[in-house]
């Protein structure tokens, strides 16, 4: 059964613009439509989550998702937005990559199953590289003017620009290939429709032309607004860099937390965006959280979602556990239960000192650990104060100034925390 999706992703305010009758194509039955994705890296990042929820909500409506892995165009680099070209790829390095991103694609498409409307995924790589420079000039540059590639904006804002140095060649015909790459698909793949960022539309509309020029056939371009955040900050970025979609360049911790961390404005944005709840939980989630904001429970709905899509439970569970040892109620179980990476994530930026791993051995003593080999507090006199207070933890449990650390206290056998009070925290390494 085909559902509305232009109507669907208008509610979840994912529509930027629509090629006139581009609705009325897809109510007409299964069609299919692609989006390009760049493999440079070997992982996706969050920025690339707007065009995998569009191409999963494509397939939910009905319709056949095509995910085209730009492996040709990823040699050359987008002109829109960029003010440097990219580095070339080998092939063996294109095809680790594509594999990486389609383990990704696989959380949200169904790309195994033998319903019509599986998903695919291709490489533009596989029909760009037997192509020669006069063969392409002659077949399909030859459709297309100077004039109308130079009135595209992303030509024009580089040109333009005061702090670019132009732009070369390769990149002015960025637009050529991928427009390329969509009668490819329209002729190979019954591929009618192309989608992705509004910054794409002038290189999606080269697609529709060449289709309309060389095939007398008719494409369709549909785009989503490029996603900000509400204080004005880059969205997909950490102080860290890029959020990543593998866990082993963003860890599942920091990615819950990324997303714990959105405001109340953007959380309510992102509800609609980056999760597949429907209308009804949405707004009643949205409702909920007005009435008590201070339960941030849109950002914690939205960091459960898109933690478990992109990871799975048990990476979001061990998320939370991580989460509630910093602000929330845990015991010495729930530290020793984390990972070294969690847990470095975890007490990211908490003062750290090394201790040789005989003194543990022996029993380091507390006012020690704390003061004269710690070096966390001023002096041995603080330390007793701070014990005598009975504010001094190990591994989240309150200790006398008569208590010894051993190899009992490890956690991951080189960690042991250290705490004064609920938020100063102190981690001791054995090396």
């Given at each position: 059964?085909?559902?509305?999706?232009?109507?669907?992703?208008?509610?979840?305010?994912?529509?930027?613009?629509?090629?006139?009758?581009?609705?009325?194509?897809?109510?007409?039955?299964?069609?299919?439509?692609?989006?390009?994705?760049?493999?440079?890296?070997?992982?996706?990042?969050?920025?690339?989550?707007?065009?995998?929820?569009i191409l999963a909500h494509y397939q939910r409506c009905?319709?056949?998702?095509?995910?085209?892995?730009?492996?040709?165009?990823?040699?050359?680099?987008?002109?829109?937005?960029?003010?440097?070209?990219?580095?070339?790829?080998?092939?063996?390095?294109?095809?680790?990559?594509?594999?990486?991103?389609?383990?990704?694609?696989?959380?949200?498409?169904?790309?195994?199953?033998?319903?019509?409307?599986?998903?695919?995924?291709?490489?533009?790589?596989?029909?760009?590289?037997?192509?020669?420079?006069?063969?392409?000039?002659?077949?399909?540059?030859?459709?297309?003017?100077?004039?109308?590639?130079?009135?595209?904006?992303?030509?024009?804002?580089?040109?333009?620009?005061?702090?670019?140095?132009?732009?070369?060649?390769?990149?002015?015909?960025?637009?050529?290939?991928?427009?390329?790459?969509?009668?490819?698909?329209?002729?190979?793949?019954?591929?009618?429709?192309?989608?992705?960022?509004?910054?794409?539309?002038?290189?999606?509309?080269t697609g529709t032309e060449l289709i309309r020029r060389?095939?007398?056939?008719?494409?369709?371009?549909?785009?989503?607004?490029?996603?900000?955040?509400?204080?004005?900050?880059?969205?997909?970025?950490?102080?860290?860099?890029?959020?990543?979609?593998?866990?082993?360049?963003?860890?599942?911790?920091?990615?819950?937390?990324?997303?714990?961390?959105?405001?109340?404005?953007?959380?309510?944005?992102?509800?609609?965006?980056?999760?597949?709840?429907?209308?009804?939980?949405?707004?009643?989630?949205?409702?909920?959280?007005?009435?008590?904001?201070?339960?941030?429970?849109?950002?914690?709905?939205?960091?459960?979602?898109?933690?478990?899509?992109?990871?799975?439970?048990?990476?979001?569970?061990?998320?939370?556990?991580?989460?509630?040892?910093?602000?929330?109620?845990?015991?010495?179980?729930?530290?020793?239960?984390?990972?070294?990476?969690?847990?470095?994530d975890v007490f990211d930026g908490v003062p750290l000192?090394?201790?040789?791993?005989?003194?543990?051995?022996?029993?380091?003593?507390?006012?020690?650990?704390?003061?004269?080999?710690?070096?966390?507090?001023?002096?041995?006199?603080?330390?007793?104060?701070?014990?005598?207070?009975?504010?001094?933890?190990?591994?989240?449990?309150?200790?006398?100034?008569?208590?010894?650390?051993?190899?009992?206290?490890?956690?991951?056998?080189?960690?042991?925390?250290?705490?004064?009070?609920?938020?100063?925290?102190?981690?001791?390494?054995?090396?």
């Open positions: 059964m085909i559902k509305n999706f232009v109507e669907e992703l208008t509610w979840r305010g994912m529509i930027h613009t629509v090629m006139p009758g581009a609705e009325d194509h897809l109510m007409e039955g299964m069609k299919s439509a692609y989006i390009g994705f760049d493999p440079t890296a070997d992982s996706l990042h969050i920025g690339n989550l707007v065009p995998i929820m009905g319709h056949k998702p095509v995910a085209l892995v730009g492996g040709a165009t990823g040699m050359i680099g987008d002109p829109s937005g960029k003010s440097n070209e990219r580095n070339l790829l080998d092939e063996k390095t294109l095809r680790h990559n594509q594999e990486a991103i389609k383990g990704q694609l696989a959380h949200f498409l169904d790309f195994e199953s033998d319903a019509p409307n599986a998903a695919e995924l291709v490489n533009n790589y596989d029909w760009m590289k037997e192509f020669s420079f006069l063969e392409f000039i002659r077949d399909v540059g030859k459709h297309i003017t100077v004039n109308y590639m130079m009135a595209k904006d992303s030509v024009k804002n580089r040109i333009s620009s005061e702090s670019s140095e132009g732009m070369s060649f390769t990149e002015f015909t960025y637009q050529l290939v991928q427009g390329y790459d969509f009668l490819h698909l329209y002729k190979n793949k019954n591929c009618t429709i192309q989608m992705g960022g509004s910054d794409q539309w002038g290189n999606i509309t060389i095939s007398g056939g008719k494409g369709y371009a549909i785009t989503c607004p490029l996603i900000t955040k509400s204080d004005g900050s880059k969205f997909g970025k950490s102080e860290g860099g890029n959020v990543w979609l593998d866990a082993k360049r963003t860890s599942p911790y920091k990615f819950y937390q990324y997303w714990l961390n959105s405001s109340d404005e953007d959380a309510e944005k992102y509800i609609k965006i980056f999760t597949f709840l429907d209308k009804e939980a949405v707004e009643a989630l949205v409702e909920e959280h007005k009435q008590a904001p201070h339960l941030r429970l849109l950002q914690k709905r939205l960091a459960e979602e898109i933690t478990t899509l992109v990871h799975s439970k048990e990476d979001l569970d061990n998320a939370i556990k991580a989460s509630n040892i910093l602000f929330g109620k845990s015991t010495s179980e729930d530290l020793k239960a984390l990972n070294e990476a969690t847990f470095l000192t090394k201790i040789a791993q005989e003194e543990i051995e022996k029993g380091l003593d507390i006012i020690a650990a704390l003061a004269e080999k710690g070096g966390f507090l001023k002096s041995n006199g603080e330390a007793r104060r701070a014990l005598k207070e009975n504010s001094i933890s190990v591994n989240k449990e309150k200790v006398k100034d008569d208590y010894k650390i051993t190899s009992a206290d490890l956690i991951n056998d080189q960690f042991v925390l250290l705490q004064r009070g609920k938020k100063n925290y102190f981690v001791l390494q054995v090396v």
